[in-house]
């Protein structure tokens, strides 16, 4: 059931991004077909039946897309036994810095869908709002420490007791498998439009301390798939 459900699912949830154009549509079918982590979101339950989600560097939207799909394949009675229960957001709401990604966004779900609003914004600087779970996939080294920890705070500080926040960053511990994942980011991001940015990255036991330090209860897994990188997700509960 799981592997017919899946690509039924990355079907359905690339198939709103052909509006964006080729790119948009690859990019999407690409992640969502390939990456690891939003196959695990969904098996494990890992936003915890939030209502209300804030993806910040949310990017074209991708993630929502496929919560969104996921919603309504088990509304028509479609999910894998044994998954964790399906995903019942109302609210999907995106922080993205590049407004190309923003416009695709808005040609994927339209300018007023009823659940997902993808604004054009800096994550360190924006009002988080109320969410119930925050996620940060592949971001946070984009800014620099201070403001890696000043945006810590701040979403820790927004999310009520129970609420989930869940990242994936690069172990800069991880010795050679590291270099060859900060080496790939690099030139992706040169390839979407950014400039040759500079990554501010921190060995895995730094940001465990960091949340901790927050009040969250924080479990971590490698979650680079079959590349030989150095992701690993971090899943952190408010205490
Ligand atoms: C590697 S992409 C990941 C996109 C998305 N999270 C995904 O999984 O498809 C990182 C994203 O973070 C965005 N970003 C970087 N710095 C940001 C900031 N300060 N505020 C908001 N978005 C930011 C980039 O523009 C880019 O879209």
Redesign the pocket.
């Known amino acids: 059931m799981s592997h017919a459900f899946i690509r039924d699912l990355v079907d359905h949830a690339s198939s709103r991004f052909r509006a964006g154009g080729p790119f948009a549509y690859h990019y999407a079918r690409g992640?969502l077909g390939h990456d690891t982590i939003f196959h695990h979101v969904l098996s494990h339950g890992l936003l915890g039946g939030a209502t209300r989600v804030l993806?910040?560097?949310?990017?074209q939207g991708?993630?929502f897309s496929w919560l969104l799909a996921a919603q309504q394949m088990a509304e028509r009675g479609h999910w894998p036994a044994g998954w964790a229960p399906a995903p019942r957001a109302t609210e999907l709401r995106g922080?993205?810095?590049?407004p190309a990604?923003v416009e695709r966004a808005r040609q994927a779900f339209g300018a007023d869908h009823p659940v997902v609003r993808i604004e054009l914004?800096?994550?360190?600087e924006s009002a988080l709002g109320q969410p119930e779970a925050v996620t940060i996939?592949?971001?946070l080294h984009?800014?620099d420490v201070d403001r890696q920890r000043a945006l810590l705070r701040r979403i820790r500080e927004a999310l009520p007791r129970g609420g989930v926040f869940l990242t994936r960053i690069g172990d800069a511990s991880a010795g050679w498998r590291f270099h060859v994942c900060n080496g790939v980011d690099k030139v992706?991001?040169f390839a979407r439009g950014?400039r040759l940015p500079r990554l501010h990255c921190r060995p895995l036991a730094e940001w465990r301390s960091d949340l901790e330090a927050l009040g969250f209860e924080v479990s971590h897994r490698d979650m680079s798939g079959r590349k030989p990188f150095a992701n690993v997700m971090l899943h952190c509960r408010v205490r």
């Open positions: 992640k993806d910040l560097g949310s990017g991708s993630l922080i993205e810095l590049m990604d914004g800096d994550m360190t996939l592949d971001a984009y800014v992706v991001t950014h």
